[in-house]
């Protein structure tokens, strides 16, 4: 099973910006071939999937962070970003990156967005 580890996060009032990122914790993991996603959990809640980027390079975000949220991927880096604007507080979470399907979880990265 392959892992990620993710990098980024910190406190940030409402409409503040974060860039959050995440590499492959096995430097033989050949990146390109992997779809990857985001995903958080907040507390009390369950884990759900924020945004998602194809081997492919197709993107696709979640309702609640469309027009917020950007996701890229660069293969000669290895790098999943999340680039994350117009925050607010409900984003408040854990941050984790993924390859869909995986069960091995990273340790996340925390989010707060308070004033």
């Known amino acids: 099973q392959v892992q990620f580890v993710e990098s980024g996060g910190g406190l940030v009032q409402p409409g503040g910006s974060l860039r959050l990122s995440c590499e492959p914790s096995e430097i033989r993991l050949y990146f390109p071939i992997y779809s990857m996603a985001w995903y958080r959990q907040a507390p009390g809640k369950q884990r759900e999937l924020v945004a998602e980027?194809?081997?492919?390079?197709?993107?696709n975000v979640a309702a609640s962070v469309k027009g917020r949220f950007t996701v890229s991927r660069d293969n000669t880096e290895r790098t999943t970003t999340l680039q994350m604007s117009n925050l607010k507080p409900e984003d408040t979470a854990v941050y984790y990156c993924n390859t869909p399907g995986n069960d091995k979880w990273g340790p996340g990265t925390q989010v707060t967005v308070s004033s």
């Open positions: 980027v194809a081997s492919s390079g197709n993107t």
